[in-house]
C-alpha cells in the first residue's frame, strides 16, 4: 500500500468518524470560519484551564477535507498549552505555504500533506485552524481583561 493511500484511507477515517465533533454549548469560547467559495462552516469550541486546552471541540458541514482537518486538529491540540497551540498553527500554516518536501508539523498530520499539491484545497484544510486561531485569541483577550 502507497504512502498515498494510507494518507487516503486516515482522511476518511477521520471524514467518516470524526473526533471531538458535537455541540458546544458547554465551551468557554467558540469561533466560526467559513468557505463560501465551496460551503465549509465550521465552528471551533475550546475550554481551557490555566492556559491548557482541556477540551477542543467543532462541528459544521464542509467538504471530506474540511472536516478531516478539523478532526485531526482537535486530536492534536487537546491537551496542549496555549502557547502550543500557536505553534503548532503557525507549523501548519508555514507547512502549507511552502510545498517542499519537509516534515508535517505533527506526525499525526502527515495524511494532509498530500492536499498541499492542491492549491485550491488549501483553504479547506485550514478553515478549522484559523477558527482556533481565533478562538485563543478570544480566550487569551479574555484572560487579560480579568487581570485588569
Not at 511552502?98 to 502527515?110: G, M, R, V
Request: charged share 25%; with cysteine; proline share 3%.
Amino acid at each position: 500500500m502507497s504512502s498515498d493511500s494510507v494518507y487516503k484511507a486516515v482522511l476518511l477515517d477521520h471524514f467518516h468518524n470524526p473526533r471531538n465533533k458535537g455541540e458546544l454549548d458547554d465551551m468557554e469560547m467558540v469561533k466560526r470560519g467559513s468557505n463560501p467559495r465551496c460551503g465549509d462552516e465550521i465552528e471551533v469550541g475550546i475550554a481551557s484551564s490555566s492556559g491548557v486546552l482541556e477540551m477542543v471541540r467543532f462541528r459544521g458541514r464542509g467538504c471530506s477535507i474540511c472536516l478531516a482537518s478539523a478532526s485531526m486538529m482537535t486530536e492534536c491540540t487537546s491537551g496542549l498549552k496555549v502557547p502550543q497551540a500557536r505553534q503548532l498553527i503557525a507549523n501548519l500554516l508555514q507547512w502549507f505555504s511552502n510545498t517542499d518536501n519537509e516534515a508535517a508539523p505533527d506526525e499525526n498530520l502527515a495524511a494532509l500533506g498530500a492536499i498541499r499539491l492542491h492549491p485550491a484545497r488549501k483553504k479547506c484544510v485550514l478553515l478549522a485552524w484559523q477558527a482556533l486561531d481565533e478562538t485563543l485569541d478570544g480566550i487569551e483577550a479574555r484572560s487579560e481583561a480579568n487581570k485588569v
